[in-house]
């Protein structure tokens, strides 16, 4: 199975050749060194995953980095069920995006950079779900954030893409320091930072607590909620989630790639991967369950009113990441890892379709100045209405089989789950209302654009249509391999991640429960689309009716809750204060240049009095020599005689 | 009588042998590349011997071990990345005479001697004959008074300290009765003049610390560096320097082993002068080269704590250190080589500004260089760093260990200060930035900076070849 090692290394190298030669040599071929790795690392995941469902796994140092007694590092990757699923979502929809991309970016001038960058990410990611050890995930958490920062900011001339690029990178360092206090915690504790011997071993800590401040915590659940800082950063889940919407200044094929399908999902999958520390801790486990109930709820009501077209679709990833944690947070990773891979598929496609209208309305993103594309873009309106009713919840498609596999486990797993699936039904209704405004609003209806638009409104080249279709297919198909017993099914995909994360600890469920969650998510699935129809489609009036007459709470969903606003000033203004008045002015003004002013000028001075002593002259040398060596005797008379 | 067993020695022979012939072959053979190649033969033929000459031999003067022959091989590779580096540069130097490469042979041959060396004596025959070497050598450019100059004050400091080493010698002999290194510990304990052996240990300090430049003994070093050709500065930066090492390893750690609390504290005393004045100092420096002496200077500081750290452990990090740095260091000087064209040296700060712009790619190569010698992971310079910081925290001086981290976070400033230059500055007017293309210098730089790269991603080889010879 040696071959696994061409997946990560093989988007590597493309990175390599891409940001040494692309500017001079590939140009506006940039693409194939990219592409082309990327497709091969697509193929070996299949490879791999057809080994893994042959029930061949694998654990396995390709060297060790750093050894120093207990401290051993090693370059290792884990190739089970779980890393096998992450393997097939990151590279097919990188693959996709990647070729999508070729249509999107055509004449940019940072092309090959575009390239190089969306490789270095593919790496980072895939070394990030293959590690076997907490660093070298580590290493790829933060390598993503990275390629995210860069790609962000990849048109850095425009101050609100430079500026989105830093606030992820800010906010990020919020969760990464507790995600990395984590690992240190670990490694205190445990002694080691690889995956077997410390998922071996956490039991051994169950009940021994540590003293903070006098507070007697427990110690797993700390190191699990330490470890969650850094998942709520990176999934954008409450109080983190603010970069995220910003993101979406970076080109729309990133935003499809790391900002929905791949990047953020790392904290769902880094849960997932721990799940025998979060086992063990209720607390910790209630509230990852409770953060994600409230989040999906939380971003679905901030995406009913907002009206650039991604904006809506990021406060709806947020969302559903949300439901990916609330599954986690019951026990159910199984079913948070399927919501992942098929939300991967539907988001993505989402995302390109909303690249694709913004392709043909020359970078419009205010939906209030679309409407009737359907008929200039039948493609990207078909896929989208799918991708669409997937996100919905509507049965038969890919987001029906994994949502519902959530509510049903959060519900059957009680008390806090019962909580935690009320809020998931809320957003469920939701979710399908916002989902059909947006395609209600840009679709259908009369173009409400200027001419000179209308007059350039036209559907996408294929290589960008053809992703499109290609993502469709996910979107509808991927949750075939996950289809309850109730309708049939066997559960697959539950089944086959088993052996990693367990099956969730359910209490006895009637089938008329069952049948009774379904049966309610479809309800509000529907009603959510009804309800988008008759205030968008029937009677338009209506919506602006309710923020009339409701315009409080219009104007806190409107102003996302103000949440931007509290951080700017609970933290940013602080922060820039304590910066600017204390940091500038004192610390840097008179402690730092002081020194950095004053050593140097001091060593200036010193530097001009040694060379006056490096003056060229033999002689003197040879007389600091013989100095040097009075003053050693000196020293050896004194203190060793 | 018999005949005293050669094989221990065989690698020298036949390394002076064909050191000979080269200097024959060259009086016939005009092509400087088919030289050059005959010397990289000679070099991987010795190279081979090594491994099957161990043994003792002359009665112990000459010992051939893998100490001796983790040194060797770094003197070897010296020679062949300075052959490769000097190639085209020294015909735009206009410094193309015959004997060019022959001396280098010499030299190195007399870094081998050194590090085989178990007697005080031959040590001596072995630094006189890569010394002498190496005066010609920084002299080479002969209508360059710079380089003429540096010659001359590195042949009169040198003879200075020659003496030194000689008196330190004489002193050990008339205290013992013997120049043999292993038999010295223990002769001077039983003699018990402790004065006087603490006298005797100063001088031979000296002299050595001239060797590789430890304060207040390195003043030579920034003048001989810059005015030299850069490919000797290259090659001396890092040969003498690890011969000297070599010496320093077997006299001190075997040699004078009781006195190790001794000779400890004048070491730490040396090696926090050298990391001081050669970071420091290096800030101030705008040209290249006499900035990259500098940082040979404080280099020399930090692998000096292994030898304090005065174990296994510590010596085989001394030796991994100065196998990392020869990568490192011989790649930033090969840089500066690639930036000399026709027109004029670029060696100042102001004259590599913007040229990320107009040579990516020995731009990236500089970087990676300096990020290495700054000691930034994933490079070989942090490997270095480690298991030297590392053995001198188990050997119970952290406090030197938490000195030399801040002075090496000071080396940040001027390593990085390259980078930004290159990087974010715009090409300064009138500055031809054009850069060589010879083959065997692209060679030299692949070699370089790969190891540097792969030394820092997968250390482990090579710490463990280094903790092999000396255990």
């Not at chain 1, 205190?188 to 930072?193: D, N």
């Not at chain 1, 020359?362 to 991708?387: F, H, N, R, S």
């Not at chain 1, 338009?540 to 103000?562: C, G, H, Q, S, V």
């Not at chain 2, 920034?222 to 010496?247: C, H, L, N, Q, R």
Request: aromatic residues 14%.
């Amino acid at each position: 199975m040696k071959y696994y090692l061409l997946i990560p290394f093989l988007p590597l190298a493309g990175f390599l050749l891409n940001i040494l030669l692309g500017r001079r040599l590939f140009r506006s071929q940039a693409h194939w060194p990219s592409t082309l790795a990327v497709f091969g690392s697509l193929v070996v995941a299949v490879m791999v995953l057809m080994d893994v469902l042959h029930g061949k796994t694998l654990n396995h140092d390709l060297y060790r980095w750093i050894i120093s007694d207990k401290f051993q590092v090693s370059v290792g990757f884990l190739i089970d069920q779980l890393t096998a699923v992450m393997l097939i979502v990151v590279t097919s929809v990188s693959f996709l995006v990647h070729v999508y991309s070729i249509g999107y970016m055509h004449d940019d001038p940072g092309y090959y950079r575009f390239f190089a960058y969306l490789s270095l990410f593919t790496f980072s990611m895939l070394m990030l779900v293959m590690a076997n050890n907490f660093l070298q995930l580590y290493f790829g958490w933060e390598a993503v954030g990275l390629c995210s920062y860069l790609l962000i900011g990849f048109w850095y001339e425009k101050k609100s893409a430079s500026d989105a690029g830093k606030k992820a990178f800010i906010v990020n360092r919020f969760g990464d320091f507790g995600f990395g206090l984590g690992v240190i915690m670990i490694f205190l504790t445990l002694g080691t930072l690889h995956y077997i011997p410390v998922f071996d071993k956490i039991n051994t800590l169950t009940g021994q607590t540590i003293n903070i401040l006098g507070l007697h915590v427990n110690l797993v659940t700390l190191i699990a909620l330490l470890l969650f800082c850094g998942a709520v950063g990176k999934s954008a889940q409450i109080p983190l989630h603010v970069w995220l919407p910003d993101a979406m200044e970076g080109p729309t094929p990133v935003s499809a790639l790391i900002h929905a399908a791949t990047m953020v999902t790392a904290g769902v999958f880094m849960v997932a991967r721990c799940n025998p520390i979060f086992n063990l801790s209720h607390t910790a486990m209630n509230v990852v369950a409770v953060v994600g109930g409230v989040t999906a709820l939380f971003a679905a009501t901030i995406a009913l009113v907002q009206n650039d077209i991604k904006r809506v679709i990021a406060y709806s990833t947020i969302s559903q990441l949300g439901y990916m944690f609330l599954a986690c947070g019951v026990g159910a990773y199984g079913a948070g890892i399927f919501h992942l891979y098929t939300h991967a598929y539907f988001k993505a496609l989402l995302f390109l379709c909303a690249g694709s209208v913004m392709h043909a309305m020359a970078g419009e993103l205010d939906m209030q100045k679309m409407g009737g594309l359907k008929k200039y873009m039948p493609v990207t309106y078909w896929t989208m209405l799918i991708a669409s009713l997937s996100i919905s919840g509507i049965p038969g498609l890919a987001g029906f089989f994994s949502k519902d596999e959530i509510l049903f486990r959060a519900y059957a797993s009680g008390g806090v789950g019962r909580f935690v699936w009320v809020l998931g039904t809320a957003a469920a209704i939701l979710t399908a209302f916002y989902s059909f405004r947006l395609i209600f609003v840009t679709f259908h209806g009369e173009f409400r654009g200027t001419e000179e638009q209308r007059h350039h409104l036209h559907e996408s080249p294929k290589v960008m249509t053809v992703p499109l279709v290609l993502l469709c297919i996910g979107a509808v198909a991927a949750g075939w391999v996950g289809v309850p017993p109730l309708l049939g099914g066997s559960e697959h995909f539950a089944h086959f991640l088993e052996p990693v994360v367990g099956l969730p600890h359910a209490k006895e469920v009637s089938h008329a429960e069952e049948w009774m969650t379904m049966g309610i998510s479809v309800a509000v699935a529907l009603a959510g689309i009804l309800i988008a129809a008759v205030f968008y489609l029937k009677n338009p009036a209506i919506p602006r009716r309710l923020a009339e007459r409701f315009p409080f709470l219009y104007r806190l969903l409107w102003n996302k809750y103000y949440v931007d606003e509290l951080y700017d000033y609970i933290v940013v203004r602080p922060a820039l204060g304590i910066a600017n008045n204390i940091i500038v002015k004192f610390t840097d003004g008179a402690i730092i240049e002081g020194i950095v002013n004053g050593v140097p000028a001091f060593i200036g001075w010193l530097g001009a009095q040694m060379r006056k002593v490096q003056d060229g002259v033999v002689e003197h040398y040879a007389s600091i020599m013989a100095v040097g060596i009075f003053v050693l005797l000196a020293i050896g008379m004194i203190f060793l005689i | 009588m018999n005949m005293p067993d050669l094989q221990p020695l065989m690698p020298e022979i036949v390394f002076l042998g064909l050191a000979l012939f080269v200097l024959l072959a060259e009086l016939f053979i005009k092509s400087k590349e088919t030289i050059g190649l005959m010397v990289i033969v000679s070099v991987a033929a010795t190279a081979y011997m090594i491994p099957q000459s161990f043994g003792v031999t002359f009665s112990g003067m000459f010992i051939s071990d893998g100490y001796s022959s983790f040194f060797k091989f770094i003197f070897l590779l010296n020679l062949i990345l300075t052959i490769l580096i000097s190639i085209q540069y020294i015909q735009i130097e206009r410094a193309e005479f015959g004997e060019y490469y022959t001396v280098l042979m010499f030299s190195t041959l007399g870094m081998m001697i050194m590090a085989s060396a178990g007697d005080l004596i031959v040590l001596y025959l072995g630094l006189e004959l890569m010394a002498l070497s190496t005066y010609i050598l920084a002299g080479f450019i002969r209508h360059d008074a710079r380089s003429t100059e540096s010659a001359l004050k590195y042949f009169l400091l040198g003879a200075f300290s020659s003496a030194i080493l000689l008196y330190g010698i004489m002193l050990l002999y008339g205290l013992t009765g013997t120049t043999d290194i292993m038999k010295l510990s223990s002769l001077l304990m039983k003699n018990g003049m402790r004065l006087q052996s603490i006298f005797a240990i100063v001088m031979v300090m000296v002299a050595f610390g001239f060797k590789i430049a430890l304060v207040p003994f390195h003043m030579w070093a920034p003048d001989v560096y810059e005015g030299a050709p850069t490919s000797i500065t290259a090659f001396m930066s890092v040969g003498p320097k690890a011969a000297g090492f070599a010496v320093i390893g077997r006299v001190f750690l075997t040699g004078l082993e009781g006195f190790s609390a001794d000779w400890r504290l004048l070491l730490v005393v040396l090696s926090i002068a050298t990391m001081a004045v050669g970071n420091i100092i290096a800030i101030q420096q705008h040209n290249l080269k006499r900035m990259l002496a500098y940082s040979s200077i404080a280099h020399a500081g930090y692998a000096v704590l292994g030898v304090i750290a005065g174990n296994t452990e510590g010596l085989s990090a001394t030796m991994n250190y100065l196998l990392i740095y020869a990568f490192m260091n011989i790649g930033a000087f090969s840089v500066l080589v690639l930036l000399r064209n026709e027109q004029e040296r670029i060696e100042t700060l102001e004259q590599i500004k913007g040229l990320a712009r107009n040579h990516p790619f020995a731009s990236a190569l500089m970087l990676i260089f300096m990020f290495s010698l700054t000691g930034i992971p994933p490079t070989a310079g942090f490997v270095g760093k480690f298991f030297l910081f590392r053995a001198l925290v188990y050997s119970g001086y952290t406090w030197l260990a938490v000195v030399a981290v801040v002075f090496s976070a000071i080396s940040a400033y001027f390593y990085l200060r390259v980078v930004m230059y290159m990087y974010m500055y715009e090409p300064e007017e009138g500055v031809t930035q054009d850069i060589s293309t010879a083959a065997p210098l692209g060679l030299a730089l692949l070699i370089t900076s790969l190891m540097v790269i792969a030394i820092g991603i997968y250390p482990e080889p090579f710490v463990n070849f280094a903790r092999l010879v000396v255990g």
